[in-house]
């Protein structure tokens, strides 16, 4: 089943289609030099096949109810805007991870604080978590920005928490929960 659409002042989150794959390889390009460093999947020659490859592996995901990916959109353009999806759900206890990324053009409007009070509602409401984590590797500001705006409780600096790039890396935990 293909989960409903979200909704946020002025934010759409769906679920990518195959037509969306064009647009989320450039938003990618775009957005190297901004997300990179946090996401070593975002690469200068990111293409339209692999943006199909992930779509295709959200769906998987989401079919196996571990992950619920979606494309962030401005409902009256319909341009796309970042992902954003709730993932690595766990049945007991009921909690998962949440991540985000904003396209570089659309970052600093407050895209990614109503896209993680989307996504946590609904994590709450309709999926009945009981705890989300949001972990952020130690220098990524804009992500360490984006949970401290949404109230999410900083736990502390969990150590090694991350890899990037085969790179261990420390990470903030927040959390939220209902």
């Not at 946090?38 to 096949?49: G, H, I, K, N, R």
């Not at 199909?52 to 409902?75: D, I, K, N, Q, S």
């Not at 109503?114 to 509602?121: N, S």
């Not at 949001?134 to 109230?151: D, H, L, Q, T």
């Amino acid at each position: 089943m293909t989960p409903s659409p979200l909704r946020s002042e002025g934010l759409l989150l769906r679920p990518f289609e195959e037509a969306d794959a064009g647009a989320f390889a450039e938003a990618v390009r775009e957005s190297v030099a901004s997300i990179r460093p946090w996401m070593a999947w975002a690469t200068p020659d990111y293409s339209v096949e692999q943006a199909l490859e992930w779509f295709a592996v959200c769906r998987a995901w989401h079919r196996a109810e571990t992950a619920l990916e979606l494309g962030l959109f401005c409902p009256d353009s319909g341009r796309l805007l970042g992902g954003a999806g709730l993932n690595e759900i766990r049945d007991d206890p009921r909690f998962c991870n949440l991540g985000y990324w904003v396209r570089q053009s659309a970052q600093g409007q407050g895209i990614a604080t109503r896209c993680v009070h989307a996504l946590a509602g609904h994590g709450f409401t309709r999926l009945a978590l009981q705890r989300i984590e949001i972990v952020v590797a130690v220098g990524n500001r804009a992500s360490e920005r984006v949970a401290r705006k949404c109230g999410a409780l900083h736990e502390g600096i969990a150590r090694n928490r991350l890899a990037i790039d085969g790179r261990a890396l420390d990470a903030h935990m927040f959390s939220l929960v209902p």
